[in-house]
């Protein structure tokens, strides 16, 4: 199903709600391409291509809980190219997980948001935390 419908996932394996998205992504059938953006980093184009695909800032795609963002002061008054260059130095500022396929590019939070962008669903999904979610 990849070649035919790619679907991409930038991925925190440290972080449940990204492991319940690429779980939602393989039940569906999926073998997605599984990028850790904390290990590789990112680009400004990436970045810049995926905050326009979202349609959405560097504010609104940035994490703050278990980030420095509060102490590199881009919680109040930092401007985007203050936060995107904060992102390229510290690739953990990025929410997550992103999905990209081709029905669009969200941030899936919560992990459910991704079925939005699968063509295949599957019938059923327990998360971690014992929630099952019905489809």
């Known amino acids: 199903m990849t070649d035919a419908f790619p679907v991409t996932i930038y991925h925190n394996p440290d972080c449940g709600t990204s492991r319940n998205a690429l779980a939602m ?28 695909a979202m349609s959405a800032t560097p504010r609104e795609a940035m994490r703050e809980k278990g980030t420095p963002a509060a102490e590199l002061g881009l919680l109040e008054g930092a401007s985007d190219e203050a936060i995107i260059a904060a992102m390229l130095e510290y690739p953990i500022l990025v929410n997550r997980p992103i999905v990209v396929t081709p029905k669009g590019t969200r941030l899936c939070r919560p992990s459910e948001v991704v079925l939005n962008l699968l063509e295949n669903r599957p019938t059923s999904f327990t998360k971690e935390d014992g929630e099952v979610v019905t489809l």
């Open 25 to 52: 992504i393989r039940a569906a059938g999926y073998h997605p391409t599984v990028i850790d953006y904390r290990t590789i980093g990112w680009t400004r184009p990436q970045l810049e291509e995926l905050f326009a």
